[in-house]
């Protein structure tokens, strides 16, 4: 959407920079975008989540012409790996991932030419600093262990209009607190696992919903998942998972209880699970998880 930050500072403006030529749709319908891939001759597109599954989902998706295309992306909210996967398989490409803000642009990309890895957003981009700190006592933590996001760099914006107490928050010694959870590995990829406000404290212990919601995925029966921190008496919050099966599939809570039992540590398995038939999403495809918290509280 042009609205979002990655569809106006990137698909729209990073083009016409560079002299594309740029086709704009009035709204996405999956048949549509295909055809024009064919008709077109289109080279690059640029989509969120949703959108993929979505082209995915439809009948016939061999009878479209897609051997123009040299690049697809994607932004805005997490892509699984099972959808990079199944992207891959359908259309031969690895698509490119990356993460930004309306804060700041975009911070992290997957190279066009190098490894592009699932489940990663990529290094940061020339000019940006990245730090994975434990917000408590503000220090780095260890490479491949989860804390918060804080980026620095000439993309990062000054502060928020007329809100100096909510800025002293949010900038800590020059770093921008993004909000988001994640890790670096041994390469300087990033690894977004989700917003703070999500993460699942049960019994003293954060569970991260992303790897959950990964494992979930790679079932086969499976379109997508989500996963929540529901009220518990006794450890604070439990592990809940809503599930969106595939056309034609059968799977019991059981099913993918057990299923995460041997993929995952026990207090990281789902204590409730709930078929549903989607995931409430924004314009963006972002999930709503603050609505899927109240489906829980309304039972």
């Known amino acids: 959407p042009l609205y979002h930050i990655h569809g106006i500072g990137v698909a729209l403006c990073g083009s016409l920079y560079v002299g594309n030529f740029t086709i704009l749709k009035k709204k ?105 700190v434990n917000l408590e006592i503000f220090e780095d933590v260890p490479v491949g262990t989860e804390g918060e996001i804080l980026i620095k760099g000439p993309n990062v914006f000054s502060g928020y209009w007329n809100k100096p107490s909510y800025n002293k928050q949010v900038f800590k010694d020059g770093w921008f607190v993004t909000g988001d959870v994640g890790k670096i590995d041994e390469k300087n990829y990033v690894y977004i696992i989700g917003r703070s406000k999500d993460v699942i404290k049960s019994g003293g212990i954060n569970i991260y919903p992303r790897e959950i919601e990964d494992v979930v995925e790679s079932m086969p029966e499976v379109k997508e998942c989500a996963v929540v921190g529901v009220p518990d008496k006794e450890f604070g919050e439990s592990v809940k998972a809503y599930v969106v099966l595939n056309p034609g599939s059968k799977l019991k809570d059981d099913d993918v209880v057990n299923f995460c039992k041997e993929k995952l540590a026990s207090f990281k398995k789902p204590k409730f699970v709930e078929f549903i038939d989607a995931i409430p999403k924004n314009t963006m495809g972002k999930m709503l998880k603050e609505e899927l918290r109240k489906m829980h509280k309304g039972k």
């Open 28 to 132: 996405f319908v999956a048949e549509d975008v295909l055809e024009t891939i064919a008709k077109r001759k289109v080279t690059l597109f640029m989509g969120v989540p949703t959108m993929y599954f979505k082209l995915l989902e439809l009948e016939g998706l061999e009878k479209y012409d897609t051997s123009s295309m040299r690049l697809f992306v994607s932004g805005s909210a997490p892509l699984s790996r099972e959808l990079f996967s199944k992207l891959k398989k359908a259309f031969g490409h690895e698509i490119l991932e990356r993460a930004g803000m309306s804060e700041s642009m975009m911070n992290f990309s997957n190279p066009y030419d190098g490894d592009r890895v699932p489940g990663s957003v990529g290094p940061c981009l020339p000019g940006v600093k990245v730090r994975i």
